[in-house]
């Protein structure tokens, strides 16, 4: 359900890193489980901003997928008013359809489900050389902005929490 939400956004570049299975129409970067907590999903953030050669990533991690017209929307950033955009985010399970989620704008940090971000923060500050803690979208967010990067929030690209039976809103 996600890998075909990414791609019908028409990415410049697909990449798929995790303990998956080799495909086509996508560059896979296999990383086997490494601890079984947080610092693997940090690690195989760090390998996909390498494989990377867009000057912007978006990541779409865990089991989220990107709204149909992200790849039109994202087209559309004001690429110099930001160096993060943080795309709204909203349910999908049934009987919660479109119920809006916390993406961290009222606490001024990025959730981790996705992010568009500009590569040369990842270059700066990889993700596995900030905190290894269950809050580490806070406070990575919080390490970006002491470092000078901004954060803009925005409605016009959304993302949705697909997994099936999921309460995230709780």
């Known amino acids: 359900k996600i890998f075909p939400a990414v791609r019908n956004c028409h990415p410049d570049q697909l990449l798929i890193v995790g303990d998956f299975a080799a495909g086509n129409n996508y560059h896979y970067l296999p990383v086997p489980r490494l601890t079984g907590t947080t610092t693997d999903a940090l690690v195989k953030r760090d390998v996909a901003a390498l494989a990377c050669t867009s000057t912007w990533i978006a990541y779409f991690c865990d089991d989220h997928i990107p709204a149909n017209d992200f790849g039109e929307e994202m087209a559309k950033l004001p690429f110099t008013q930001a ?34 971000f500009r590569k040369s923060i990842i270059q700066e500050l990889p993700w596995t050389s ?15 902005q002491y470092a000078g990067y901004s954060y803009k929030w925005t409605e016009t690209l959304k993302v949705f929490d697909c997994e099936p039976g999921a309460t995230p809103w709780l």
Request: a negative charge; charged letters at 25%.
């Open 83 to 116: 160096d993060v955009f943080v795309p709204a985010r909203y349910a999908s399970q049934e009987g919660h359809e479109g119920e809006r989620l916390n993406m961290g704008e009222s606490e001024v940090y990025c959730g981790g489900h996705a992010w568009v």
């Open 130 to 144: 900030g905190p290894h803690d269950r809050l580490w979208d806070l406070l990575n967010s919080r390490r970006h």
